[in-house]
Each structure stands twice: as C-alpha cells, then as structure tokens.
C-alpha cells in the first residue's frame, strides 16, 4: 500500500505565495513522475504540473512562471511554489504519483486526498 500526505494548503491573500508539499510512504520501489492536479467542485481534476523522476518538468500552459514544482527523490517528496496567486487559484490541490512497488515493475497511479487552497481578494 502506497499513502500520499499533502500539506501547505490554507487561505492566502491574492499576490500571495504557498508552498504546497507531498510526501509518498508504503511499499515503495520507485516513485516515478508525480504531478499536482486541481479541482473545483462539480468538475474533473486538471493538470497542473507534473516531474519526472529524471526531473522533466511540465506545466499547463495557465501555470507556467507562477507555479514551480520540484521534487526530492530520496524523500520520495514533491512540491508546488505557488507565486502571484490570483483568487481563480481556488481549488482542492491532489498530489499523484505513479509508483512501482515491486522489482518486477508492478507499477499504478496513486492519490493524496487533497488540500484546499483559498484566494482572497
């Protein structure tokens, strides 16, 4: 079993800036890419941003020069810097990542439960 844990969310004013982080435990091989999605209520989830383990970065076309993902792989770790939040910011961030549990390359995707990013004006 594989967990996803995000943290960092919480209510900011607009021009603000936050950090979002997620950590991956459980029976891990290897943490391949992992993203950041986001999602209104009554809507699907949308990319965000996602890195690769070799550390290819890719953004929606909306995030790009705001948003920063990183990550750490010996902690199995990746982040969101948030910068010039705009109330449209507003969403439950998912951390996901594809991971491989076994030698054998057993590999599926995996969730975090969601953090509430709250814009004001």
């Known amino acids: 079993q594989v967990h996803l844990v995000e943290s960092g969310g919480g209510l900011v004013q607009a021009g603000g800036s936050l950090t979002l982080s997620c950590a991956a435990s459980g029976s891990i091989f290897r943490v391949n890419t992992m993203a950041w999605y986001r999602q209104a209520p009554g809507n699907q989830r949308e990319l965000v941003a996602s890195?690769?383990?070799?550390?290819?970065?890719k953004y929606s076309d909306s995030e790009e020069g705001r948003f920063i993902i990183s990550r750490h792989n010996a902690k199995n770790e990746v982040y969101l810097q948030m910068n010039s939040l705009k109330p449209e910011d507003t969403f439950v961030y998912y951390c996901?990542?594809?991971?491989?549990?076994?030698?054998?390359?057993?590999?599926?995707?995996?969730w975090g439960q969601g953090t509430q990013v709250t814009v004001s004006s």
């Open positions: 890195i690769a383990r070799d550390g290819t970065i």
């Open positions: 996901k990542a594809r991971v491989t549990t076994t030698m054998w390359g057993d590999t599926d995707d995996y």
